[in-house]
């Protein structure tokens, strides 16, 4: 057996590995963060005016375990890139408990973040335990896409999104293959688990050249709706830390405002994931025409302020609401439309296209897929320059 022959299948066990390890803790982690949601549901008016107070904690503990895992997907993304970047296995149950206690108390955050997070983190643990001769950027994409995979059960999607979100414009395609194993290891271990894969089939209709025009209007408005999530972002975390340059300070008063935010305005229909948005536009309810921007300022709000949890799923539902509104305006039918959206503004907002053509295909099924294919593709070309991951890289 050659040297080469040798490292395809310790990569084809240390990825098999991963996916296990993932799905694991994917599993435990999303189990217990859909109860924590039923509870904030249920205890509303109780547990959102301590926001400002569970924001104390999140601060503290990352101040006194946490420093060296604070920079968060700053890390990932380096790892991933080919820096010299260590990911402390701290980053496990710092992040998962954080993230729990920000949703517990009503914070308008996702969990996508944290999974990539967990699965780059658990990727270097094992890379240190009996794989050291493989590259850490290697490892960190099938991480990624373990993670990625384990929570959402996505596989194509995460194998994508872990070799094209890294460096906009450059495909990682020598991890694909590796990336893949990891990714359907950790989905199906996490289904067989119990871990419930969100699917909604779409029963698309038949194409009409009068579609032309208004598909075109939508990637246009989806692009520029990701565009806008992700410059808020940036300009939300730079003022709010010039502002408050001291993290307690900056969460504490930025927590009070955000409680406040959260009670008064439609009582916690903006806190969490964002699912109940996506449910409510796929279904063609009520969908207000606001719903989608304040989810967007809310979560960009919380995010700057601190407070744990990731962007994807927030995106999710943005994008689904401002589907189900622009379907309304356009006279379109609100369930394709919406579930356009649901792909399209995250593709803009992270600047990918394959990884949300196929988040496409894998929640909806093929019946979207051609309209997915041009509308996602031109709301990725209009947005360019902003992105909701500060370390990535752009090669044009």
Request: net charge positive; glycine share 10%.
């Amino acid at each position: 057996m050659t040297s080469k022959d040798k490292q395809i299948l310790q990569l084809l066990l240390f990825s098999v590995l991963m996916g296990l390890l993932a799905g694991l803790v994917t599993t435990f982690f999303g189990k217990i963060l859909l109860e924590i949601g039923q509870v904030r549901s249920e205890y509303f008016d109780y547990l959102v005016p301590f926001l400002a107070l569970a924001g104390l904690v999140v601060v503290f503990v990352y101040q006194k375990w946490g420093r060296e895992v604070q920079a968060g997907m700053g890390l990932v993304f380096k790892a991933g890139q080919g820096e010299d970047s260590h990911i402390s296995p701290v980053l496990v149950p710092l992040i998962i408990c954080t993230t729990w206690l920000s949703h517990l108390f009503g914070a308008s955050v996702g969990r996508e973040g944290v999974a990539v997070q967990l699965g780059a983190s658990l990727s270097h643990w094992l890379q240190k335990h009996g794989f050291s001769d493989l590259s850490k950027d290697m490892v960190t994409k099938m991480g990624m896409a373990a993670g990625f995979a384990g929570l959402f059960q996505t596989p194509l999607a995460a194998s994508f999104f872990a070799i094209e979100v890294l460096i906009v414009g450059q495909y990682a395609w020598n991890s694909l293959v590796y990336c893949l194993v990891a990714a359907f290891t950790a989905s199906t271990t996490s289904h067989l688990l119990g871990l419930e894969k969100f699917a909604h089939a779409i029963s698309a209709p038949p194409f009409q050249l009068t579609y032309g025009f208004k598909l075109l209007l939508l990637a246009l408005c989806f692009g520029i709706v990701g565009n806008f999530f992700a410059w808020f972002l940036a300009q939300s975390k730079r003022y709010s830390t010039r502002w408050f340059p001291n993290p307690y300070i900056k969460i504490a008063i930025m927590g009070v405002g955000l409680s406040v935010l959260l009670l008064l305005v439609q009582q916690g229909r903006y806190s969490g994931l964002g699912t109940n948005l996506i449910d409510v536009s796929l279904a063609g309810e009520q969908v207000f025409a606001y719903d989608w921007l304040l989810k967007l300022l809310l979560t960009c709000l919380c995010l700057a302020a601190g407070f744990q949890g990731g962007e994807v799923t927030p995106l999710f539902a943005i994008g689904a609401s401002s589907g189900a509104l622009l379907a309304g305006i356009l006279g379109l039918p609100i369930e394709p439309v919406a579930a356009l959206g649901y792909c399209a503004v995250f593709g803009s907002a992270t600047n990918t296209l394959l990884a949300p053509i196929l988040i496409g295909y894998e929640v909806f099924g093929w019946n979207i897929i051609p309209y997915a294919i041009p509308v996602l593709a031109l709301a990725y070309l209009v947005n360019r320059k902003q992105t909701i991951y500060g370390q990535q890289i752009r090669k044009f």
